[in-house]
């Protein structure tokens, strides 16, 4: 069974940044795309980037394109989000994910339980 931590979120000034990291145990991790979303209470969870088992492959959702850097370190089964020049509107629980697939229309069957993010003004 695949299991997933996020850590490394907080409070941080707008413009300020922050970097996520996701631990993946259980299964092979470079089977797997990771991807990070974000969910703000009383919306719908939205995606945030993704990266391919290899780490040759991203790709950004449009309001973090240019701010936000997801990479991976498949000797140490780990996913980071580095994001930069944070906005308000970044604030969120941001939550990793695990697929078997790549791509837009990816199922992501296995979830991290999130770290807060808060970008204040």
């Known amino acids: 069974q695949v299991h997933l931590v996020e850590s490394g979120g907080g409070l941080v000034q707008a413009g300020g940044s922050l970097r996520l990291s996701c631990t993946f145990t259980g299964r092979t991790f470079d089977l797997y795309t990771m991807g990070w979303f974000r969910q703000v209470i009383g919306k719908d969870r939205e995606f945030v980037a993704a990266i391919a088992r290899s780490g040759g492959t991203t790709y950004y959702a449009d309001p973090v394109k240019g701010r936000f850097t997801v990479s991976r370190d498949n000797a140490k089964n780990t996913v980071y989000l580095q994001m930069n020049s944070l906005r308000p509107e970044d604030t969120a629980v941001y939550y990793c994910?695990?697929?078997?697939?790549?791509?837009?229309?990816?199922?992501?069957?296995?979830w991290g339980q999130g770290t807060q993010v808060t970008v204040s003004s």
């Open positions: 994910a695990a697929a078997a697939t790549f791509g837009p229309t990816a199922k992501y069957d296995y």
